[in-house]
């Protein structure tokens, strides 16, 4: 069977840290502490791209950012379980200069290459909206305000005049909002404090953010924190701490079941308005066989995913009975079944706790 395909599209300003998260994500998760630890372990399905990135991990080490993105490119990554041949889980990861969301386009070139670019972004099944870290310290609420104002009117403009050249552009239908650079806090700092105060001091630029992105159920209730390297003020960087960067693949695993659960949901007309997502999320199983018969495409991985982890494993949040089913699934040589429990234990763990938080 064909590795599981998730596409993830981060969407940030310029500087909020897409290009180095990039990074940390597959510098993180190809060590072999890492594969010990979680029992799977990321590849470059592009060889090439897989030594850029290492490069450019490597030249963090030695202090050096890189510049900013002038092109998009897109990155391809397989989850292979620990000491099996084949992939569960390709994870496909756009990368973009940040300035598109602030400048026109500087030629037709560049504009063509930007409405590909963000038509790719939309399609994908979920989406991060990257907070600036760095920013939100500063400058505090008036920062996420701003970035929840700025982000509607963007996506807005960008339906208008995409309208207008005949694109129909879609925005992914789950959200996660992630704050960047998270070492810049306090260390007891996790994504429960950052989603309360996102509720409590920018709830009405999320609700006109909601509505543009017609996601009132979608955006909002899903808070990261995520650190490619931690970068102190005034001391040498040290790319070997990251945080939620490892967390990040299972949480977009999650959101995309999450999705189908209430797509699935919305289509049954005799739901009732109480049901909660493990009631969806039984439903949508008995029905596994014939659900890629009324899931939207997009969604169908969602039937193989289930087949997989039972609706009990993926609500558990007993950790050390997930790792148990995954090192079960491991010497039985079942591929999908060890990425995917291990991926589901690894939001579970303490690093998964601190980085990964969902209100409702
Ligand atoms: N403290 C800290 N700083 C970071 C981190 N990641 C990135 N930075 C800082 O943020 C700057 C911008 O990061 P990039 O990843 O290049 O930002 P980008 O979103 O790719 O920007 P564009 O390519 O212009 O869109 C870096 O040069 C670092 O100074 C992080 O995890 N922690
Ligand atoms: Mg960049």
């Known amino acids: 069977m064909p590795p599981l395909d998730l596409h993830v599209a981060v969407f940030g300003a310029s500087g909020a840290g897409k290009t180095v998260l990039l990074a940390a994500f597959y510098r993180a998760q190809t060590q072999p502490a890492f594969q010990e630890e979680y029992a799977y ?41 620990r000491d099996l041949p084949e992939a569960a889980v390709r994870v496909h990861w756009y990368d973009y200069p940040g300035r598109w969301w602030e400048d026109d ?36 609420t008036g920062y996420i305000r701003w970035l929840f104002e700025h982000f509607a ?26 704050l960047s650079k998270a070492d810049l806090f306090p260390p007891d700092y996790g994504a429960r404090d950052f989603e309360r105060e996102v509720c409590r001091d920018a709830d009405d630029q999320l609700a006109k953010l909601c509505s543009v992105l017609r996601a009132e159920h979608a955006f909002g209730h899903r808070f990261m924190l995520l650190s490619s390297v931690a970068a102190p003020a005034d001391a040498q960087v040290d790319p070997r701490t990251s945080l939620g960067v490892r967390t990040l ?55 193989k995913i289930l087949r997989f982890v039972s609706i009990k494993d993926f609500a558990s949040t007993r950790v050390d009975r997930l790792k148990k089913i995954r090192e079960d699934a491991l010497r039985r040589g079942d591929t999908f079944k060890a990425v995917l429990t291990g991926m589901v234990a690894a939001l ?7 980085a990964y938080h969902q209100n409702q």
Do not use: H
Not at 105 to 128: F, N, W, Y
Not at 161 to 172: I, K, L, R
Not at 257 to 273: D, I, L, P
């Open 153 to 178: 009117d963007e996506c807005d403009r960008l339906r208008r005049t995409s309208a207008a050249t005949g694109d129909e552009v879609s925005f992914p239908r789950e959200w996660i909002l992630a």
């Open 105 to 140: 386009p500087v030629d037709a070139e560049e504009r063509e290459a930007m409405r590909q670019g963000l038509l790719k972004l939309g399609m994908s099944q979920v989406g991060i909206l990257l907070a600036d870290g760095a920013k939100y310290r500063s400058e505090g």
């Open 41 to 81: 372990k990321i590849q470059a399905v592009n060889k090439a791209q897989g030594n850029q990135l290492l490069g450019r991990f490597y030249r963090l080490e030695e202090g050096k950012f890189p510049e900013g993105s002038t092109r998009f490119d897109e990155i391809e990554f397989d989850f292979f379980p």
């Open 348 to 354: 579970r763990d303490e690093e998964g706790l601190r």
């Open 249 to 303: 693949a299972p949480a977009v695993l999650v959101s995309t079941v999450e999705g189908a659960v209430r797509e699935a949901q919305a289509t049954r007309k005799e739901k009732s308005a109480k049901e909660t997502f493990f009631q969806g999320l039984r439903d949508l199983v008995q029905f596994v066989d014939s659900v890629d018969d009324f899931l939207p495409k997009r969604y169908q991985i969602v039937s």
